[in-house]
C-alpha cells in the first residue's frame, strides 16, 4: 500500500481544469485529482480576467464534494419524521404518481416550485425544470430573486433599457454603490471578476473616485473617498438631493436629455424638496458630502452606480433602483454609436446593440394573480414573499405540493415560523439538497444531486447576470467551457437536478420543452428558443448544454477549445448608430416612482423610542447564504452570526461583547452573541441571515447562531407590486439576555 502511494506521489499531479459555480462569478479554477476525488482547487492563473482570483468558497469545493455533510443517496421521510435512504429511480416513481393524484384532485395550480440560489450550478436545469412545470399546466413557478433585489426589474420597466449598455469599468472617474458590499458579494454593478484587484487597480492609479452609501463602514466603503454613512433607508432621498444638486446646477449632459429622454420635468419637480439641507438631517450626513458627491458623479466623463440588497431590504428597492438608472441617464453615461460594446454576447445569442431606447415596459404585465395581499406576477416575477400564505390560505388554487430547487425556505424566507406551518401543511414537499438542510429536515422527498464539479459548465451565468440589473455581468467578450471534472464518489446513487423534473415528465407521460431562460422581460435577448427533448432516450448533460447553448454567439464547439476560458475577439461588436425616426425614449419621470419618492419626502429617518435601534444586514465572505455552514473549512471556521453593534451602544446598554442580546422586533424575537464593529453607525446591529435552526429543533447562539428571519414578517410592510416585504432596516429593541434565559431576559434601558 505505501509503495503505492509513493508511486502515485512521483506522478505528475492530475490537475483540471474547470470553473465554481457557487456565486455568478464563474470564477475559472484548476482542481487537482487523486483517485477520482478533487483534493484541491486554486485560481486558473492562465485564465484571463480573472488572474487567478477565488475565494475561500471556491477553494472549499473539495470539502462540498467530499465531506461528511454530503448526502449520497436520495431520502424518504417516514411517518415518524425520520429521514431513510430510497433509491432515486424509486423516489422519481413514488413522487410522480403522488403528484399526479394531486393534479387530479385539485388542478395544476396546486403545484408550485420555488428556485434558489443553487440553480447556478447548471442553469439548463431551471429551463428542464419550468419545462416541466408548463408541461403540467401550473404557472406557480417562484424564483428567490422576488426576496433579493426585485425593484431592479422594476426599475428597468419603468425606466426603459439602452441595449448599447454602458462604458467599461476601467474607464469610469467615479463609481458610487449604494448598500453594496461587492468585496464581499462580489455583486450588483461591479466587476464580478477580482474585484477586489479591480478596485484596488481603479483607486490606486488616481483614475476613479469611490463613492459608497453604506450605514457601515464596509470592505468596500475603507476604499472610498467620500462614504456617506447614512441612516438606513434614506437612499431615495440622497439620491433625488444628488439629481437635485445636478439639475439645479445644469451639470447634466443636455443634449442627451432633449435626444433620449422623457420624463425631465417631472423628475426635476419631485426632487425638488430634497435639497442637501433637507436630506442631510433626514438621512443624517452632511449637505456638503452630498453636494461633493453630486458634482463628482456628474463631471466625471464617465460614472457608474451599483445598487446592493440594503436599499432593497429596506423596502426602497425598485426607487432606489430606478433614481440610480435616472441619475445615469440625466448624466448621459450610457454608449454611443461607434463605442465598442462592454458586455458582448458569447453564450448568449447575437443581438443588435444600437445606441437607441427600448422604451419602458409594463410593471405588471398580464400574468398569474395570486389570492393573497391582491399580488401576482410582475415585471420582477411571482412574489415569493407570499407563496408561505398562498400555501396556508384554503379553498380553490391551494398550492399542495412544493418542489424546491436549490433554495432553502427555511432558513431564507422572511417569517420563519409561517414558513414552518406551510410547509408542514403540504400535501408533498420535495427537496433537491446535497446536504440535509434545514428544508431538507422537513421535506417528504430530499433528492440527492450532483454537484458542480460532477457537470459540465459555460460562463452563461456571469454573462446573463447582465439581466439582474444595469451595470451586471462581466464585462469583455470572454467565454468559458468546463466538463465535469471528477465523477461522482463511488456507491452513491445521484441524480442531475434536471433529472428529477426529466424523469417525472417520463413517468407522467409528458413532453418537456426547454426554453432558454436567461432572465425575463422583453429586453432579454431571445428566450424565445424552444427545443423539445427527446423523452425516449435519455439526454446527458453535455446534450442539454448543447441544447442550451445552440444560439450562442459563440458556437460552443469554438469554446471548448480554450479549457482556460477566453476572450473571443471575433465577438467584439460596436454599437450601432440609431435608427432614423426611432420615437422611444428613457423616461426618468415615471409617475408610481415620483409619486413614491414625494411620499418619501416625509418618512422619518428617526427610530422609534420602542425599537431604537436598526438591523441591517451583512455578508459573509465564507458563506454563500445558508450553502457552506456543514463545510469544516467554512461553516465550521464561522459556525454563529454576532450581532455586530457600535462599541458606544454596547457601553450604553452595559453589554459586553459576547453577551447574548435578545433582539426584539414587531414581529418576533432571537436570542444572538453581541459583538463589535466600530465601522458601523451607531443604533445599527448588523447580522448575517441563514443562520440557525428550525424552530423545532434547539438553536444555540454560539454553536448555530440565529434565524433572523423571526424578527421579520411577510405581510406587515411589503412592496405592493413584488412582495417583498422589510428585510432590512428593521426596528429592533435589545436586551441582555441572560445565559440560561431562565425567567425571561433582563431589561435594559434601552428596550424600555
Ligand atoms: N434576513 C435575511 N433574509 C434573506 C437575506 C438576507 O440578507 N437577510 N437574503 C435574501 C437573498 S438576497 C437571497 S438570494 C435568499 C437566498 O435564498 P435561497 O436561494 O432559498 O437560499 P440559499 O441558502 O442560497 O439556498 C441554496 C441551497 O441550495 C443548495 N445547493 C447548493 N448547490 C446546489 C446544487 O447544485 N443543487 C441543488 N439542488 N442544491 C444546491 C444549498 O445547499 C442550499 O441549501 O435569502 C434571502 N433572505
Ligand atoms: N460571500 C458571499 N457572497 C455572496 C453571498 C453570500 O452570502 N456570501 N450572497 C449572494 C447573494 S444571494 C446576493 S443577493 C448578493 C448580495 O450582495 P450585497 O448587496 O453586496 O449584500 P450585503 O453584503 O448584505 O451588503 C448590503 C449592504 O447594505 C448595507 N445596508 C443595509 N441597509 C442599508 C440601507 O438602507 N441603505 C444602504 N445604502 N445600505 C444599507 C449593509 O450595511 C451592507 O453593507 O451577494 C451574493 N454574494
Ligand atoms: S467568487 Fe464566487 S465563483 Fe469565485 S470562487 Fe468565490 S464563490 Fe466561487
Ligand atoms: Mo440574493
Given at each position: 500500500m505505501a509503495e503505492k502511494d509513493e508511486a502515485a506521489s512521483?506522478?505528475?499531479?492530475?490537475?483540471?481544469?474547470?470553473?465554481?459555480?457557487?456565486?455568478?462569478?464563474?470564477?475559472?479554477?484548476?482542481?487537482?485529482?487523486?483517485?477520482?476525488?478533487?483534493?484541491?482547487?486554486?485560481?486558473?492563473?492562465?485564465?484571463?480576467?480573472?488572474?487567478?482570483?477565488?475565494?475561500?468558497?471556491?477553494?472549499?469545493?473539495?470539502?462540498?464534494?467530499?465531506?461528511p455533510a454530503r448526502l449520497l443517496h436520495s431520502l424518504k421521510r417516514h411517518p415518524n419524521g425520520s429521514h431513510a435512504p430510497i433509491a432515486s429511480a424509486r423516489a422519481l416513481d413514488e413522487i410522480a404518481a403522488k403528484v399526479q393524484t394531486i393534479l387530479d384532485t385539485y388542478g395544476p395550480r396546486s403545484v408550485a416550485l420555488y428556485y434558489g440560489t443553487g440553480i447556478l450550478n447548471f442553469l439548463p436545469t431551471l429551463s428542464v425544470a419550468l419545462g416541466w412545470m408548463k408541461a403540467i399546466g401550473s404557472p406557480m413557478a417562484f424564483s428567490v430573486s422576488t426576496i433579493d433585489k426585485p425593484g431592479a426589474h422594476i426599475a428597468q420597466a419603468a425606466h426603459g433599457y439602452w441595449p448599447a449598455g454602458h462604458p467599461p469599468f476601467d474607464t469610469a472617474q467615479?463609481?458610487?454603490?449604494?448598500?453594496?458590499?461587492?468585496?464581499?458579494?462580489?455583486?450588483?454593478g461591479f466587476p464580478p471578476n477580482n474585484p477586489g484587484r479591480r478596485l484596488k487597480e481603479a483607486v490606486e492609479s488616481g483614475r476613479m473616485r469611490l463613492i459608497v452609501i453604506d450605514p457601515r463602514r464596509t470592505e468596500t466603503a475603507q476604499r472610498a473617498h467620500i462614504h456617506l454613512?447614512?441612516?438606513p433607508g434614506q437612499d431615495p432621498a440622497i439620491l433625488a438631493a444628488m439629481i437635485h444638486v445636478i439639475l439645479k446646477e445644469a451639470l447634466h449632459d443636455h443634449e442627451f436629455v432633449a435626444q433620449e429622454v422623457t420624463g425631465i420635468d417631472a423628475l426635476r419637480r419631485a426632487v425638488g424638496p430634497f435639497t442637501p439641507e433637507f436630506v442631510a438631517r433626514q438621512a443624517d450626513v452632511p449637505a456638503g458630502m452630498i453636494i461633493e458627491a453630486a458634482r463628482l458623479f456628474a463631471a466625471s466623463r464617465y460614472a457608474g452606480v451599483g445598487c446592493g440588497v440594503g436599499p432593497s431590504f429596506a423596502l426602497t428597492g425598485s426607487l432606489t433602483e430606478y433614481l440610480s438608472l435616472a441619475l445615469m441617464t440625466i448624466c448621459g453615461f450610457w454608449s454611443r454609436a461607434g463605442d465598442e460594446v462592454t458586455r458582448p454576447n458569447v453564450f448568449l445569442p447575437s443581438y443588435e446593440p444600437r445606441a437607441q431606447a427600448m422604451p419602458p415596459f409594463p410593471i405588471r404585465p398580464d400574468g398569474p394573480k395570486l389570492r393573497v395581499r391582491g399580488l401576482g406576477f410582475s415585471a420582477a416575477g411571482m412574489p415569493t414573499a407570499a407563496l408561505?400564505?398562498?400555501?396556508?390560505?384554503p379553498g380553490e388554487g391551494q398550492i399542495k405540493a412544493l418542489f424546491c430547487l436549490g433554495g432553502n425556505p427555511m432558513m431564507a424566507w422572511p417569517d420563519q415560523a409561517r414558513t414552518a406551518r406551510a410547509l408542514q401543511s403540504l400535501e408533498l414537499l420535495v427537496c433537491a439538497d446535497p446536504e440535509m438542510s434545514a428544508t431538507a429536515r422537513l421535506s417528504d422527498y430530499v433528492i440527492a444531486p450532483k454537484l458542480g464539479?460532477?457537470?459540465?459548465?459555460?460562463?452563461?451565468?456571469?454573462?446573463?447576470?447582465?439581466?439582474?440589473?444595469?451595470?451586471?455581468?462581466?464585462?469583455?467578450?470572454?467565454?468559458?467551457?468546463?466538463?465535469?471534472?471528477?465523477d461522482p464518489p463511488e456507491g452513491s446513487d445521484l441524480l442531475a437536478?434536471?433529472?428529477?423534473?426529466?424523469?417525472?415528465?417520463?413517468?407522467?407521460g409528458l413532453p418537456i420543452s426547454m426554453t432558454s431562460h436567461f432572465g425575463i422581460g422583453p429586453h432579454v435577448e431571445a428566450t424565445e428558443q424552444v427545443d423539445e427533448l427527446d423523452m425516449v432516450n435519455t439526454p446527458s448533460d453535455e446534450d442539454l448544454l448543447a441544447i442550451y447553448s445552440r444560439r450562442s454567439r459563440v458556437p460552443l464547439d469554438m469554446v471548448k477549445a480554450h479549457p482556460h476560458g477566453h476572450i473571443f475577439d471575433e465577438a467584439r461588436c460596436t454599437v450601432l448608430p440609431k435608427r432614423p425616426s426611432h420615437p422611444a425614449r428613457l423616461d426618468v419621470g415615471n409617475g408610481d416612482m415620483m409619486a413614491e419618492l414625494a411620499r418619501h419626502a416625509v418618512v422619518s429617518g428617526e427610530a422609534s423610542t420602542r425599537f431604537p435601534f436598526t438591523l441591517i444586514?451583512?455578508?459573509?465572505?465564507r458563506l454563500m447564504n445558508s450553502a457552506g455552514h456543514s463545510n469544516r473549512l467554512l461553516g465550521g471556521l464561522e459556525p454563529t452570526n454576532p450581532a455586530y453593534f457600535h462599541s458606544s451602544d454596547l457601553t450604553a446598554l452595559?453589554?459586553?461583547?459576547?453577551?447574548?442580546?435578545?433582539?426584539?422586533?414587531?414581529?418576533?424575537?432571537?436570542?444572538?452573541?453581541?459583538?463589535?464593529?466600530?465601522?458601523?453607525?451607531?443604533?445599527?446591529?448588523?447580522?448575517?441571515?441563514?443562520?440557525?435552526?428550525?424552530?423545532?429543533?434547539?438553536?444555540?447562539?454560539?454553536?448555530?447562531?440565529?434565524?433572523?428571519?423571526?424578527?421579520?414578517?411577510?405581510?406587515?410592510?411589503?412592496?405592493?407590486?413584488?412582495?417583498?416585504?422589510?428585510?432590512?432596516?428593521?426596528?429592533?429593541?435589545v436586551e441582555l439576555a441572560r445565559r440560561d434565559d431562565e425567567g425571561g431576559p433582563r431589561q435594559t434601558t434601552a428596550a424600555l
Amino acid at each position: 500500500m505505501a509503495e503505492k502511494d509513493e508511486a502515485a506521489s512521483e506522478k505528475q499531479p492530475d490537475i483540471r481544469t474547470s470553473m465554481c459555480r457557487i456565486c455568478a462569478s464563474n470564477c475559472p479554477i484548476l482542481v487537482t485529482v487523486e483517485h477520482g476525488r478533487a483534493v484541491k482547487v486554486a485560481g486558473d492563473r492562465s485564465a484571463p480576467m480573472f488572474e487567478g482570483y477565488t475565494c475561500p468558497k471556491g477553494r472549499a469545493l473539495p470539502e462540498q464534494h467530499n465531506g461528511p455533510a454530503r448526502l449520497l443517496h436520495s431520502l424518504k421521510r417516514h411517518p415518524n419524521g425520520s429521514h431513510a435512504p430510497i433509491a432515486s429511480a424509486r423516489a422519481l416513481d413514488e413522487i410522480a404518481a403522488k403528484v399526479q393524484t394531486i393534479l387530479d384532485t385539485y388542478g395544476p395550480r396546486s403545484v408550485a416550485l420555488y428556485y434558489g440560489t443553487g440553480i447556478l450550478n447548471f442553469l439548463p436545469t431551471l429551463s428542464v425544470a419550468l419545462g416541466w412545470m408548463k408541461a403540467i399546466g401550473s404557472p406557480m413557478a417562484f424564483s428567490v430573486s422576488t426576496i433579493d433585489k426585485p425593484g431592479a426589474h422594476i426599475a428597468q420597466a419603468a425606466h426603459g433599457y439602452w441595449p448599447a449598455g454602458h462604458p467599461p469599468f476601467d474607464t469610469a472617474q467615479a463609481w458610487m454603490v449604494i448598500g453594496l458590499n461587492p468585496l464581499i458579494s462580489k455583486s450588483g454593478g461591479f466587476p464580478p471578476n477580482n474585484p477586489g484587484r479591480r478596485l484596488k487597480e481603479a483607486v490606486e492609479s488616481g483614475r476613479m473616485r469611490l463613492i459608497v452609501i453604506d450605514p457601515r463602514r464596509t470592505e468596500t466603503a475603507q476604499r472610498a473617498h467620500i462614504h456617506l454613512q447614512a441612516r438606513p433607508g434614506q437612499d431615495p432621498a440622497i439620491l433625488a438631493a444628488m439629481i437635485h444638486v445636478i439639475l439645479k446646477e445644469a451639470l447634466h449632459d443636455h443634449e442627451f436629455v432633449a435626444q433620449e429622454v422623457t420624463g425631465i420635468d417631472a423628475l426635476r419637480r419631485a426632487v425638488g424638496p430634497f435639497t442637501p439641507e433637507f436630506v442631510a438631517r433626514q438621512a443624517d450626513v452632511p449637505a456638503g458630502m452630498i453636494i461633493e458627491a453630486a458634482r463628482l458623479f456628474a463631471a466625471s466623463r464617465y460614472a457608474g452606480v451599483g445598487c446592493g440588497v440594503g436599499p432593497s431590504f429596506a423596502l426602497t428597492g425598485s426607487l432606489t433602483e430606478y433614481l440610480s438608472l435616472a441619475l445615469m441617464t440625466i448624466c448621459g453615461f450610457w454608449s454611443r454609436a461607434g463605442d465598442e460594446v462592454t458586455r458582448p454576447n458569447v453564450f448568449l445569442p447575437s443581438y443588435e446593440p444600437r445606441a437607441q431606447a427600448m422604451p419602458p415596459f409594463p410593471i405588471r404585465p398580464d400574468g398569474p394573480k395570486l389570492r393573497v395581499r391582491g399580488l401576482g406576477f410582475s415585471a420582477a416575477g411571482m412574489p415569493t414573499a407570499a407563496l408561505a400564505d398562498e400555501i396556508l390560505l384554503p379553498g380553490e388554487g391551494q398550492i399542495k405540493a412544493l418542489f424546491c430547487l436549490g433554495g432553502n425556505p427555511m432558513m431564507a424566507w422572511p417569517d420563519q415560523a409561517r414558513t414552518a406551518r406551510a410547509l408542514q401543511s403540504l400535501e408533498l414537499l420535495v427537496c433537491a439538497d446535497p446536504e440535509m438542510s434545514a428544508t431538507a429536515r422537513l421535506s417528504d422527498y430530499v433528492i440527492a444531486p450532483k454537484l458542480g464539479l460532477e457537470m459540465p459548465a459555460t460562463s452563461v451565468v456571469a454573462e446573463a447576470a447582465k439581466y439582474l440589473g444595469h451595470l451586471r455581468g462581466i464585462e469583455g467578450p470572454f467565454g468559458h467551457y468546463a466538463p465535469a471534472a471528477v465523477d461522482p464518489p463511488e456507491g452513491s446513487d445521484l441524480l442531475a437536478d434536471w433529472e428529477l423534473y426529466y424523469g417525472l415528465a417520463q413517468r407522467m407521460g409528458l413532453p418537456i420543452s426547454m426554453t432558454s431562460h436567461f432572465g425575463i422581460g422583453p429586453h432579454v435577448e431571445a428566450t424565445e428558443q424552444v427545443d423539445e427533448l427527446d423523452m425516449v432516450n435519455t439526454p446527458s448533460d453535455e446534450d442539454l448544454l448543447a441544447i442550451y447553448s445552440r444560439r450562442s454567439r459563440v458556437p460552443l464547439d469554438m469554446v471548448k477549445a480554450h479549457p482556460h476560458g477566453h476572450i473571443f475577439d471575433e465577438a467584439r461588436c460596436t454599437v450601432l448608430p440609431k435608427r432614423p425616426s426611432h420615437p422611444a425614449r428613457l423616461d426618468v419621470g415615471n409617475g408610481d416612482m415620483m409619486a413614491e419618492l414625494a411620499r418619501h419626502a416625509v418618512v422619518s429617518g428617526e427610530a422609534s423610542t420602542r425599537f431604537p435601534f436598526t438591523l441591517i444586514s451583512r455578508r459573509s465572505n465564507r458563506l454563500m447564504n445558508s450553502a457552506g455552514h456543514s463545510n469544516r473549512l467554512l461553516g465550521g471556521l464561522e459556525p454563529t452570526n454576532p450581532a455586530y453593534f457600535h462599541s458606544s451602544d454596547l457601553t450604553a446598554l452595559d453589554i459586553q461583547a459576547r453577551d447574548r442580546v435578545r433582539l426584539s422586533s414587531a414581529h418576533g424575537s432571537v436570542v444572538a452573541i453581541a459583538a463589535v464593529d466600530d465601522g458601523l453607525r451607531p443604533k445599527c446591529v448588523s447580522m448575517t441571515h441563514c443562520f440557525g435552526l428550525n424552530p423545532d429543533e434547539e438553536e444555540n447562539p454560539e454553536t448555530t447562531g440565529c434565524n433572523i428571519g423571526r424578527l421579520l414578517s411577510a405581510d406587515a410592510e411589503y412592496d405592493i407590486v413584488t412582495g417583498i416585504p422589510r428585510m432590512g432596516a428593521v426596528p429592533v429593541a435589545v436586551e441582555l439576555a441572560r445565559r440560561d434565559d431562565e425567567g425571561g431576559p433582563r431589561q435594559t434601558t434601552a428596550a424600555l
